[in-house]
T-cell receptor, first 115, second 113 residues
Framework: GAGVSQSPRYKVAKRGQDVALRCDPISGHVSLFWYQQALGQGPEFLTY????????KSGLPSDRFFAERPEGSVSTLKIQRTQQEDSAVYLC?????????????FGSGTQLSVL | AQSVTQLGSHVSVSEGALVLLRCNYS??????LFWYVQYPNQGLQLLLK??????LVKGINGFEAEFKKSETSFHLTKPSAHMSDAAEYFCAVSPFGNEKLTFGTGTRLTIIP
């Protein structure tokens, strides 16, 4: 595709419900990142994949958060037993190569509201 | 640990006036520094990045930023504001480039006609 695509664009969940957020990176991009952006804040790093390998998951806030990228392309961020504090915009980003000087492309995000 | 502080959550300038958005960083190692812009309902877009090659970095849309180690600053400037510059701007730092960016809280830029 032309850019990083995220779906759904908006998600409303009841507290305790499980949700799955999808990210379609730019075709061929090796690196994929997830960030969480709370209202009025800057994005915060959640996790990083290089192809299918999850190399860094240090930013995941709890064991309720789980991310995967089984075939090295599409990634899913899953949140179990959602809580109100999980309400945020979840951003996905990808870059062509595995290292640092590649340009990072962000999706428009999924806005999650937990009621 | 790396961090950035953006001074001023909201900045308003008149069309045609100088734009100055402030960012100070804290880093124990030579950092990579970035400025991103976020337009409503769009993803973050890279404006420019500092990777130690040159202290004055030119980016897209007429923006530039100067790395000043003595002041631990990386302020974003544009000589003449345009209405289309209205957006949210984020400064970010990383010890490793793209990986694990640490963002500031953002500055919302409003352009007054």
């Amino acid at each position: 595709g032309a850019g990083v695509s995220q779906s759904p664009r908006y998600k409303v969940a009841k507290r305790g419900q499980d949700v799955a957020l999808r990210c379609d990176p730019i075709s061929g991009h090796v690196s994929l990142f997830w960030y969480q952006q709370a209202l009025g804040q800057g994005p915060e790093f959640l996790t990083y994949f290089q192809n299918e390998a999850q190399l860094d998951k240090s930013g995941l806030p709890s064991d309720r958060f789980f991310a995967e990228r089984p075939e090295g392309s599409v990634s899913t961020l899953k949140i179990q037993r959602t809580q109100q504090e999980d309400s945020a915009v979840y951003l996905c980003a990808s870059s062509l190569g595995p290292r640092t000087n590649e340009k990072l492309f962000f999706g428009s995000g999924t806005q999650l509201s937990v009621l | 640990a790396q961090s950035v502080t953006q001074l001023g959550s909201h900045v308003s300038v008149s069309e045609g006036a100088l734009v100055l958005l402030r960012c100070n960083y804290s880093s124990s190692v030579p950092p990579y520094l970035f400025w991103y812009v976020q337009y409503p309902n769009q993803g973050l877009q890279l404006l420019l990045k500092y990777t130690s090659a040159a202290t004055l970095v030119k980016g897209i849309n007429g923006f530039e930023a100067e790395f000043k180690k003595s002041e631990t600053s990386f302020h974003l400037t544009k000589p003449s504001a345009h209405m289309s510059d209205a957006a949210e701007y984020f400064c970010a730092v990383s010890p490793f480039g793209n990986e694990k960016l640490t963002f500031g809280t953002g500055t919302r830029l409003t352009i007054i006609p």
